[in-house]
């Protein structure tokens, strides 16, 4: 099946500081990723949805400056946190879609915390 | 607005009774559907999908729902449960637009006692 992987898998950082995930399509092309949230025992919330080599499209009450999205490339999409708070503490998952079988693939996650 | 509920957000069970986990959806269009499972700290697994083929679709490790389109519901079953099916199960549907997002449904805990 298609493989989506994530790195880093976990991170710690520093408030003030900035930190990028990134998201890859290891075995197909995905012109569509997506970006959500998870916070602890709750559902996925959609953060973005990011077309290859044009601007994402940020769901209600994300802020874009805040997350910025990068996917330059048919198999990278990048999440930038910038200025990080403790707030953005959370579980950030990626899934690609695969057109084919118009499916999205996820990858395993990026546990953030932000002291 | 395609939209699904999960109706329980906490199901108990013994080990090797039936499990049954109850997602009721709305939509406009012909949905396709998913059922994903999460262990704690875990990425998610897709355990089965509808796609408007058979009503009746088989997932992995036993687990089947079934597309009832007059009860706008696809339930998940498994006959048996096992100690490894605890985790957090998400009911999906997908917009069949341009968008292609995914509705995530708000999760219900599984949770199986031996």
């Known amino acids: 099946g298609a493989v989506v992987s994530q790195h880093p898998s976990r991170v710690i950082c520093k408030s003030g500081t900035s930190v990028k995930i990134e998201c890859r399509s290891l075995d197909f092309q995905a012109t569509t990723m997506f970006w959500y949230r998870q916070f602890p025992k709750k559902s996925l919330m959609l953060m973005a949805t990011s077309n290859e080599g044009s601007k994402a499209t940020y769901e209600q009450g994300v802020e874009k400056d805040k997350f910025l999205i990068n996917h330059a490339s048919l198999t990278l999409s990048t999440l930038t946190v910038t200025s990080a708070h403790p707030e953005d503490s959370s579980f950030y998952i990626c899934s690609a879609r695969e057109a084919y079988y118009n499916e999205q693939f996820f990858g395993p996650g990026t546990r953030l915390t932000v002291l | 607005a395609q939209s699904v509920t999960q109706l329980d957000s906490h199901v108990s069970v013994s080990e090797g009774t039936p499990v049954l986990l109850r997602c009721n959806y709305s939509?406009?269009?012909?949905?396709?559907l998913f059922w994903y499972v999460q262990h704690p700290n875990k990425g998610l697994q897709l355990l089965l999908k509808?796609?408007?083929?058979?009503?009746l679709v088989k997932g992995i490790n036993g687990f089947e729902a079934e597309f009832k389109k007059s009860e706008t519901s696809f339930h998940l079953t498994k006959p048996s449960a096992h100690m490894s099916d605890a985790a957090e199960y998400f009911c999906v549907v997908s917009e069949p637009s341009g968008t292609y997002k995914y509705i995530f449904g708000t999760g219900t805990r599984l949770k199986v006692l031996a």
């Open positions: 939509s406009s269009y012909s949905p396709s």
């Open positions: 509808y796609t408007s083929a058979a009503t």
